[in-house]
């Protein structure tokens, strides 16, 4: 809680709040994690939070979203991160009612971002309006800056399949690109719609914020957008690097075919030329009186030894040149 003249003060878990929120200059912010059935039965009663915005919050949401309810607003947005170094982005909702003196965060997953985001309050009250919209500005903002190292690191991944590529281009690679423009899509589908909640509040249809108040919601705003404009930057630039796999994997391919060519034109050369000899030796069948061999004693042994030594020799040979 936070009261003009007093400062900051950490709460227990008070009976009710209507009190503090009556107190003049008085903001009050809520944090429950993975609040009991009776807790949230608690910030119903005590904040009137609409039974459709609570039933939201116990519903899987897949985006962010803002919703108004009488002069409150229910956000919905989240928090994204990679599990391991697989760059596979995983993601934590949070939950926000906010109104004119009060933020109430729900989430079932811990939040460190949240105490981030109480000290960049803390830190920076005395500077900015004394209004709720200053901790909504804060929490939004611890938020959105964690999207950077994220896009860095999916920017350090896309160089470097590109380079991996252009050397050797392996089907692995196939695999890494689509994992890639996956974790992309996941991103932007989770980002897209927090440029719709930052609208919302931009358009001020509950004047729950200053005038001042815009100021550093427009730049969230062009965060968001910055953070979009990189995605999309990103999904052409892995497009590319499909495309470049596909013309190395084209080139590679015909030269093998080029290769082969050239390996079954010098194939049937020789064995032209060996058949010729050997329809010479099919037709007389080598069995003139005059031949020297005939009379060797290891002539048939000596034969047969040049016929495996041949063999293998020209075995070793082709499985060399990967042609066996």
């Not at 989430?107 to 920076?124: G, S």
């Not at 281009?169 to 695999?175: E, I, S, T, W, Y």
């Amino acid at each position: 809680m936070y009261r003009k003249g007093t400062g900051f003060e950490t709460l227990g878990y008070p009976q009710e709040v209507k009190p503090l929120l009556e107190r003049e200059a008085c903001l009050l912010w809520v944090d429950a994690e993975d609040p009991s059935p009776e807790e949230l039965q608690w910030v119903q009663a005590q904040f009137h939070v609409h039974p459709i915005a609570m039933e939201d919050y116990n519903s899987p949401q897949e985006r962010s979203r803002i919703d108004r309810y009488r002069e409150m607003y229910s956000i919905v947005v989240f928090a994204l991160g990679f599990a391991g170094d697989a760059l596979t982005l995983v993601d934590r909702p949070l939950t926000l009612f906010v109104g004119t003196n009060y933020l109430v965060t729900l989430h079932v997953q811990p939040f460190p971002e949240i105490r981030e985001a109480m000290e960049l309050w803390e830190r920076n009250i005395e500077e900015m309006e004394c209004e709720i919209g200053v901790a909504l500005y804060a929490l939004l903002d611890v938020l959105i800056d964690d999207y950077f190292p994220l896009i860095d690191q999916l920017s350090d991944a896309v160089e470097s399949i590109e380079d991996h590529v252009l050397k050797e281009g392996r089907p692995a690679d196939l695999d890494k690109i689509f994992h890639l423009k996956r974790q992309l899509i996941y991103l932007r589908r989770a980002v897209a719609p927090e440029r719709d909640v930052l609208n919302v509040l931009l358009r001020r249809e509950l004047p729950l914020f200053s005038e001042g108040m815009m100021i550093y919601f427009q730049d969230l705003y062009d965060h968001v957008v910055r953070v979009l404009d990189s995605l999309d930057t990103h999904r052409d630039l892995l497009s590319g690097a499909l495309d470049l796999y596909v013309s190395v994997s084209s080139n590679r391919l015909s030269n093998a075919a080029n290769r082969l060519n050239i390996t079954m034109q010098t194939l049937t050369a020789w064995s032209i030329i060996l058949m010729t000899a050997s329809l010479i030796a099919g037709i007389y069948g080598m069995n003139f009186k005059y031949m020297p061999e005939l009379d060797w004693r290891w002539g048939y042994a000596g034969a047969l030894g040049a016929m495996f030594t041949l063999g293998g020799g020209l075995i070793l040979y082709f499985k060399r040149r990967h042609w066996l």
